[in-house]
């Protein structure tokens, strides 16, 4: 089993950064693909990044290449989301998960369905104002 808190959610205005973090307990993180979800009122859930643990694989939705970086520190079992140059439409509930992901398809377009994987945090809302 694998616990996870998001956190460093807030509201910021467009143009601004925020950086979400994710924690992870009960289980390593090692040789597992942790995603960033999000999800605003009356859409579904889309996949925004993923990184594969056990290296540096990485893939990233189009409408936030450039200005998200995803990020792991294995130490602290902990996963960030770097968000930079904030819109207001990156507005919504963000969640990370974890999956059991092969490396290349953790870098894939796999990467950023989340029927793929199987561990989820509660979320954490972002607001961007214009």
């Known amino acids: 089993q694998v616990q996870l808190v998001e956190s460093g959610g807030g509201s910021v205005q467009a143009g601004g950064s925020l950086r979400l973090s994710c924690a992870a307990s009960g289980s390593t993180l090692s040789n597992k693909c942790m995603g960033w979800f999000r999800q605003a009122p009356g859409q579904e859930r889309e996949g925004v990044a993923s990184?594969?643990?056990?290296?540096?694989?990485?893939v990233y939705a189009d409408s936030v290449k450039g200005r998200f970086t995803v990020s792991r520190d294995n130490a602290k079992n902990t996963v960030y989301l770097q968000m930079n140059s904030l819109k207001p439409e990156d507005s919504a509930e963000y969640y990370c998960?974890?999956?059991?992901?092969?490396?290349?398809?953790?870098?894939?377009?796999?990467?950023?369905?989340?029927?793929?994987?199987?561990?989820w945090g509660q979320g954490t809302q972002v607001t961007v104002s214009s």
């Open positions: 990184i594969y643990i056990g290296g540096s694989t990485t």
């Open positions: 998960a974890a999956g059991f992901l092969f490396a290349r398809d953790c870098g894939s377009p796999l990467g950023l369905l989340d029927r793929e994987f199987n561990y």
